[in-house]
């Protein structure tokens, strides 16, 4: 009589230890990431699935056999796919261009930091899925804090698909120089970006307002970016203010990893007298 609970015993534990395992992800086309026992990240499509194992090629075209007593975990994997069926990994700095704000937003919890040329620094985070902020101060040195420019930048994204986003945002900054400087200026918008993460246009209308009043004319953004491989996107971006007949414009490359996006780019404006070429620099770094 004492077998039978032995028995019942060891038909349970087993389905226990199996119960207390994670899921296997589904058989899609999907891009996975699978958190392995060893700490390593495999990444692919997971092509078959069984009770014990799944079967997935990997980006480079391997076949792999994975145990589902080695899966510790796994997410889908966001980013796009290039002409032969590759796996292009997604843009960290998906929501801008150089500059321009595009319609898309952080989902809830991602966040950033970057920086433009050393002494502008910024962050961004998704507060929901659909609301980000991103914001910073500026770090010239020489400069007390409380005379740094600061800068912040709410977005709400009212549409947002993999190949259509609409957004409404708004940038305030404040500048105190003493007795020199002591103002606020910003400007609210609505951006439209017509396209996916490896090829889009964003258009851009806002009104700017400042301490000394609001601008009853709008300006103007024009934007676009088209990915040209896994790591590569070109970029280019040109911007229309009230009252002025100048119109600077970026052109350049973003080189894209896992987690860093870094940007390069000359920047000229259009209808200057001065015709001189300025050279861009920035990245963000995801977390």
Request: hydrophobic share 45%; with cysteine; net charge positive.
């Amino acid at each position: 009589m004492r077998l039978r609970p032995l028995l019942v015993l060891s038909l349970l534990l087993p389905a226990r230890a199996l119960a207390q395992q994670p899921a296997l992800p589904p058989v899609d086309t999907a891009v996975v990431a699978l958190q392995l026992s060893d700490g390593s990240t495999l990444t692919g499509r997971v092509v078959a699935s069984y009770d014990s194992s799944c079967t997935v090629v990997t980006l480079a075209g391997l076949k792999v056999v994975v145990p589902r007593g080695s899966l510790t975990g796994w997410r889908l994997q966001a980013g796009g796919t290039l002409p032969g069926g590759r796996y292009a990994r997604r843009d960290p700095g998906r929501t801008r261009l150089f500059l321009a704000p595009t319609a898309r937003t952080l989902p809830r919890g991602e966040g950033y930091v970057g920086d433009y040329y050393v002494f502008f620094p910024v962050a961004g985070y998704g507060i929901a899925d659909r609301f980000m902020l991103s914001g910073g101060m500026s770090l010239i040195p020489g400069v007390p804090l409380d005379e740094q420019l600061l800068y912040l930048a709410p977005k709400i994204g009212v549409v947002q698909t993999p190949t259509f986003s609409l957004a409404v945002g708004a940038l305030y900054m404040r500048l105190n120089l003493s007795d020199l400087v002591n103002a606020w200026g910003g400007v609210g918008y609505a951006s439209a970006t017509f396209g996916s993460e490896d090829g889009a246009l964003t258009l851009g209308l806002g009104w700017p307002v400042a301490s000394g009043g609001a601008s009853r004319s709008p300006w103007f953004m024009a934007g676009g970016e088209r990915r040209v491989s896994r790591g590569i996107k070109l970029m280019a971006e040109g911007w229309k203010f009230p009252g002025s007949t100048e119109v600077p414009v970026v052109g350049g490359v973003r080189f894209i990893d896992e987690k860093v996006a870094v940007d390069l780019g000359l920047v000229q404006v259009l209808g200057a007298d001065f015709r001189g070429i300025v050279p861009w620099v920035d990245f963000s770094v995801k977390w």
